[in-house]
Nanobody, 121 residues
Framework: QVQLVESGGGLVQPGGSLRLSCAAS????????MGWYRQAPGKQRELVAE???????NYADSVKGRFTISRDNAKNTVYLQMSSLKPEDTAVYYC???????????????WGQGTQVTVSS
């Protein structure tokens, strides 16, 4: 099993910044892709950004130039630096670990519990 623990959410004013962190722990050999998704009230969960072990990244168009995803493979931790935040960024942000290699599978997929980000004045 893999556990993902997120931290760093909160309330921030428009134009402000926040940094989310997600640490993976448990019994696994590697995690191919780590990412952040978000879900606003009444909307579907959507990809925000993802990063591979090699550092390749992919961003949603809505956050390009404002958010930066990074990863510390030694610590099995992924970060999301969010800047120039807008009210429409308000959502629950979820950490995801995909293509996790464990003793049983190489295709494990796991989610964190979510952390609330609210952008409001």
């Amino acid at each position: 099993q893999v556990q993902l623990v997120e931290s760093g959410g909160g309330l921030v004013q428009p134009g402000g910044s926040l940094r989310l962190s997600c640490a993976a722990s448990g019994s696994f050999f590697s995690i191919a892709v780590m990412g952040w998704y978000r879900q606003a009230p009444g909307k579907q969960r959507e990809l925000v950004a993802e990063i591979s072990t090699s550092g390749s990244t992919n961003y949603a168009d809505s956050v390009k130039g404002r958010f930066t995803i990074s990863r510390d493979n030694a610590k099995n931790t992924v970060y999301l630096q969010m800047s120039s935040l807008k009210p429409e960024d308000t959502a629950v942000y979820y950490c995801n670990a995909d293509r996790v290699m464990t003793i049983l599978t190489s295709r494990g997929n796991y989610w964190g519990q979510g952390t609330q980000v609210t952008v409001s004045s």
